[in-house]
């Protein structure tokens, strides 16, 4: 005690000259902490107000448009741009989901929980709320359904302890499902279009023990399917596109651990194949959309590791591919759907590493990306459907853990 007390002392003593100095120093580191703060302060303002204005400004758009006449008691915001709707009655994913003329939703089957769903349920937007229909006479996933020009639905192949030759039609006046006639081959993780002449071009795809380059074509009139042309290569997990030209693109897929960059065109007047340009990347579990301008938009995608975030554009007018900007993530088994305004929302799927509960959209006038807020679930495996109010339907998933009966509206 007593020594301290003298060595305080004689330090004080001996610093006595600087003391002035000391108190002067202590002023200044004062002063230029309390600037320090203000500006920290002014700069997280700023931040806030200026550099995350940009997606502020769109969700306060796209919440304005939300606030339709549609949105019921049911429907509560929760994320920007993002709302959560109705629960599906079953958990599904690797289901299909396609906009019926009456406006509501049919969704077909996929995996549950624990097990393979033959089940199909109904979304009526203007209630947001989903009912069972009738059971298709088949539980499948990794199948297609496609919207005919008579408003049935044609459910195609799919899994089931077995890859299916199956097909059934919904009638939604009915809420029936009827089979139809069988494909010549059995097919999963396959493609199917709908031809600008009525008829249903179904396009390679896996089956016991083989992978397809085969391609048939179903005629609602007759209930029958035709085999046409096979494609140049076999693919899975490919993609197909419809031009208004009445051609079919199909890209990229392949065999298992075989990734192809490769395209090619479909001729429903020849019933050929050509092929065209390549693609940049190589590229499986990619998607492929038609934008408003007649360009096809190819996003993400793997072929091992890293998952890609490229996207690239394809001209049907040269046949060839140009690279556009690159997402801001990395995705496989996301969704893309063409808004009304044609802008391009690109939603959730997986990076190789996480579940993505991202969401971001595309501006073909400008080649940019910019994120738009987040779903309320992390998933993949899921659906997009663009509603006629110009909404669009989430559903399901899987999140990695189990499967998803919740849906969101953007
Ligand atoms: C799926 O399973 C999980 C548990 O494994 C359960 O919590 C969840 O409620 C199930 N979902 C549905 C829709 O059955
Ligand atoms: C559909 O099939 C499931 C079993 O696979 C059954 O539990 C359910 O009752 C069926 N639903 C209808 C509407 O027939
Ligand atoms: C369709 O599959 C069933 C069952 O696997 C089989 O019995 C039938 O011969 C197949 N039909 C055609 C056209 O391949
Ligand atoms: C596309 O790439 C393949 C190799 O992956 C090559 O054999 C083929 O010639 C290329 N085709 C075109 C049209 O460039």
Redesign the pocket.
Known sequence: MHTNQVYRERVTANNAPHKWWHHRWFKIIGIFVIVLIVFAVILALLLNFVVFAPEKLETSSTTATSLSPQTTATTTTQQPGWSVTGNMN??RYLHTASVLSNGKVLVTGGL??SSMLNSAELYDPSTGIWTTTSNMSVARFHHTASVLSNEKVLVTGGYDNGYLNNTELYDPSAGTWTTTGNMNNARSFHTASLLSDGLVLVTGGESRGAYLNSAELYNPITGIWTTTSSMTSIRHKHTSSVFSSGKVLVTGGGTRGAYLNSAELYDPSAGIWITTGNMTNRREYHTASVLSNGIVLVTGGNNAFPYLNTAELYDPSTGTWTTTSNMINARSFHTVSVLSNGKVLVTNGWNGYFYLNSAELYDPSTDTWATTGKTNNARDYHTASVLSNGKVLVTGGYNG???L?SAELY
């Open positions: 079953n958990a549950g929980n853990h189990i499967a009966d």
